[in-house]
């Protein structure tokens, strides 16, 4: 029932269970809030050099709830309506992109199967310890030859012989996001020539090779990497490609929600910015041309911010979601593009070195329009649902 508007309901019943749920997200909002702000954004620089999160970040993460936001209350989770758990991701991005992209998939995908397709017993041997951050998640689609091609995946799985349920795979995955740091990924397989599904493999199993990290230009501090699987086992949980992909529709809100926190914060620190210096006797702000720019980045932001809220909300009323995901993630990640774009040509010089931040939101805002499908494949998506 939570995942019902309150305009569309009719029993005042109804309507308090889904005022409390709102109010249950505005305190976890809060709190997520404080901790971006004292425990995220001072941070972010030095995550960034060090390409790697602390160790402490997974326990914080599942102490304040952050690990099981997408799962409800009634599985021990914190139940977030997709609205709230897509403003998480936004006030994240605001501390730290990186940090956001990582809790964005882990909830969509990682915890979203889990919620959908995993046996009691799966869940009862994972879930206690993914919840406190102590099993780390990541999961595996991307291959070599299979990016915005899922279907082509070659990672092939089969049936072991006097252990039902599981699993021998081989194959190879690219671009994992904290595959380096897992203790446990959700990952695709083929299992015929026509279907592919999903299973959980613990990384700590001899047929599990870790071949690379693989360095990225921004969103540095997370773990991205290559690995083998070399007759590794995994534990089957049974779903379509089509199934464990739906996932992704969610994901890109999530990834819409990251993109304009990236474009929240590079617009704030620009107006502070062309407030504060001055060049012929005014303040940038006081310029006409840069008045433009900021009044551009502004409008865009709002346009991105109310897709987002759009898909989030028709998500929480039960409602279809495959084309507004693809609306909100396509414009929030182009818009994140051009605002910290802008942000760095308002701070001039200054803008291009490190002593500012807009150079490193500016660098992590590429991974809006790659990553949970790139800009071109949002487009294929959109115009296949509007020409049908
Ligand atoms: C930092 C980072 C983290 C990631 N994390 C994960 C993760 O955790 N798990 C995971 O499974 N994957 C992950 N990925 C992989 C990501 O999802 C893929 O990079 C993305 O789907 C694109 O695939 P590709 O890189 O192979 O590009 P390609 O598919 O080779 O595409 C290259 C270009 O061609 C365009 N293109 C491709 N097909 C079409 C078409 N039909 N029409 C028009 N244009 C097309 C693309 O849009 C793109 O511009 C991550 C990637 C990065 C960079």
């Not at 209350?73 to 992109?97: H, R, V």
């Not at 998640?137 to 089969?158: M, Q």
């Not at 740091?181 to 695709?188: G, Q, R, S, T």
């Not at 592919?196 to 090779?209: C, H, Y």
Request: charged letters at 25%; one cysteine or more; hydrophobic letters at 40%.
């Amino acid at each position: 029932m939570r995942s019902v508007c309150a305009d569309f309901l009719k029993g005042e019943g109804m309507y308090r269970m889904v005022v409390e749920t709102r109010a249950d997200d505005a305190i976890f909002l809060d709190r997520l809030r404080d901790f971006v702000a004292t425990e995220v954004l001072p941070n972010t620089r030095e995550w960034e050099r060090n390409a790697a999160f602390p160790d402490w970040i997974w326990p914080r993460l599942g102490e304040l709830g952050v690990l099981g936001m997408t799962l409800p209350k009634e599985k021990g989770g914190t139940g977030l309506s997709c609205e709230a758990y897509c403003d998480a991701c936004l006030e994240i991005a605001k501390g730290d992109p990186a940090l956001s992209m990582n809790v964005a998939a882990i909830n969509a995908l990682c915890v979203g199967h889990f919620d959908r397709f995993a046996s009691e017993e799966q869940f009862d041997k994972y879930m206690p310890g993914i919840l406190k951050g102590e099993i780390k998640l990541a999961w595996g689609l991307t291959e070599p030859d299979a990016g915005s091609d899922a279907r082509r995946v070659k990672t092939h799985a089969i049936p072991m012989d006097g252990r039902p349920g599981f699993f021998q795979i081989n194959g190879r995955k690219m671009f994992i996001t904290n595959g380096g740091k897992a203790d446990l990924i959700v990952l695709i397989a083929r299992t015929s020539d026509t279907e592919l599904s999903a299973f959980l493999m613990e990384t700590d199993q001899p047929g599990f090779k870790l071949e690379r990290r693989i360095n990225t230009v921004g969103v540095c501090a997370s773990n991205t990497v290559q690995f083998a699987l070399r007759d590794a086992v995994g534990w089957h949980t049974p779903c379509t490609f089509d199934d464990a992909i739906g996932l992704l529709y969610r994901g890109r809100l999530a990834i819409a929600g990251m993109a304009v926190g990236i474009a929240e914060k590079a617009l704030e620190l620009t107006i502070e910015y062309a407030k504060e210096r001055q060049q012929f006797n005014r303040r940038l702000a006081d310029m006409q041309s840069v008045q433009n720019m900021i009044a551009d980045s502004a409008m865009e932001l709002e346009a991105a911010r109310l897709l987002l809220k759009n898909g989030s909300r028709r998500y929480d009323a039960g409602l279809p979601i495959v084309k507004e995901a693809s609306y909100a993630k396509l414009f929030a990640s182009e818009t994140a593009n051009r605002v910290t774009n802008r942000a760095i040509q308002i701070h001039g010089g200054r803008g291009m070195t490190p002593d500012f931040l807009v150079e490193k939101l500016w660098r992590d805002a590429k991974l809006t329009e790659i990553g949970e499908g790139a800009s071109e494949i949002q487009r294929l998506v959109i115009a296949k649902q509007v020409l049908k």
